[in-house]
Structure formats: structure tokens, C-alpha cells
């Protein structure tokens, strides 16, 4: 008689399992913020011992600084694809900023986690989060550059921090305004923002 053999589990590629620890921890983190969410938790919803999150992060604080890098490089990935084939420096700057409004909306949880852990006092992912309105930033300022050569880096550099700077506390008011969706936040930044940095790279 031959005997049933029970279901083997199938075994997760490292990969799939990383990115399966990083979507249950953002849930858990911006459900309860990193101060009170706990490794044991996570390690149960994700389906896993506390020792083999260890393994993948080190740390409650690594595992929050996997969080905030994926959310870095998804959103670069955005912005960089969503500017391809951009007609001019207002269509690029215009398609730049809705890929950000659209990223948070499209990456909820994501967004609450930065908005959230920019208030506590975590160094690395303070460090992380920075590094965030950096790469924007250094994205931005060499967009608007290369179109007018004769600006100063300085004055472009200004002219990415002031969109980078009005963007982030327009997505903040944004979630107080349902009703204001990606495109009509992207045209009040640029009603405001595009009128001086036209004036200035046609001057």
C-alpha cells in the first residue's frame, strides 16, 4: 500500500522572504509606530522565528531602516521613469512632482512611516529619511540645471530644496483633503513654484 506523503512546504527564495518581512513590518509600524511594535509581533504575522528576522535585519532598527531604503528606491524609480520623455522643463518638473503625489497615495503605509519616524529620535533612519530629500533634491537641481547651463549650482540647489520643501508639507495637508488627489496638488505646487523658476531660466 502505498503511503501519503504530507504536503512539503515550499521553501521562500531569500528575496521574497525579505520582502515579505519589510511589507509586514511597515503595516505593524505604521499601525503602532516603531517605539511600541515589538520583533515577536512581526515575526508572527510574517510566519517566522524572531531569530530568523534577526538573521535578515540585526535589529528592530534595521528592519525600519529596510523599510524607509525600499521606500527610497521605489520612489527614485518612479520619479526617474515618470520623467522619460519629458517635452520641456515645465512638462519634466510637472511630471516629476505627480509621480511623488501619486506615490504616496499609491504607497500609503510607506508614507506614514516617513511621516511618522521623522518625529522620534532614531539617528539612522532621521539619516535615512534625509537622505531621501537629498537624492529628490539632487534629482530635481540637475533637471534645472541641464536646462539652463548658465545657472548657478547654487541657485539651483535653492530652486530643489524650495520644491522638495513645499511638496512634503502640501502632501501633509493633502491627507486632511481627501479630495485633492496627485493632480490637483501637482498643479497648485506648480502655479506657485513653476512661475519664479520659469522667470529665472528664460532670463
Do not use: N
Amino acid at each position: 500500500m502505498t503511503s501519503i506523503q504530507p504536503a512539503r512546504r515550499r521553501r521562500m527564495p531569500k528575496a521574497e522572504r525579505k520582502a515579505q518581512m519589510l511589507d509586514v513590518a511597515e503595516v505593524v509600524f505604521a499601525e503602532q509606530g516603531y517605539l511600541a511594535t515589538s520583533m515577536d509581533e512581526i515575526a508572527e504575522r510574517v510566519g517566522v522565528s524572531k531569530p530568523m528576522l534577526y538573521e535578515y535585519f540585526g535589529s528592530k532598527e534595521g528592519l525600519l531602516i529596510g523599510c524607509i531604503q525600499r521606500a527610497r528606491t521605489e520612489l527614485r524609480t518612479k520619479t526617474e521613469a515618470a520623467i522619460v520623455g519629458a517635452t520641456g522643463p515645465e512638462d519634466l518638473l510637472r511630471r516629476g512632482l505627480l509621480a511623488f503625489f501619486e506615490f504616496i497615495v499609491e504607497h500609503r503605509r510607506s508614507w506614514a512611516l516617513l511621516r511618522q519616524e521623522a518625529a522620534i529620535t532614531v539617528p539612522s533612519a532621521e539619516e535615512e529619511i534625509e537622505g531621501i530629500r537629498t537624492q529628490q533634491t539632487a534629482l530635481i537641481g540637475a533637471v534645472i540645471a541641464g536646462f539652463s547651463p548658465d545657472l548657478e549650482p547654487l541657485e539651483a540647489e535653492a530652486f530643489a530644496e524650495i520644491v522638495v520643501g513645499s511638496c512634503e508639507r502640501l502632501a501633509l495637508w493633502c491627507e486632511r483633503r481627501p479630495e485633492v488627489g496627485p493632480a490637483l496638488a501637482t498643479d497648485y505646487v506648480m502655479t506657485v513654484v513653476w512661475r519664479g523658476v520659469s522667470a529665472r531660466l528664460t532670463a
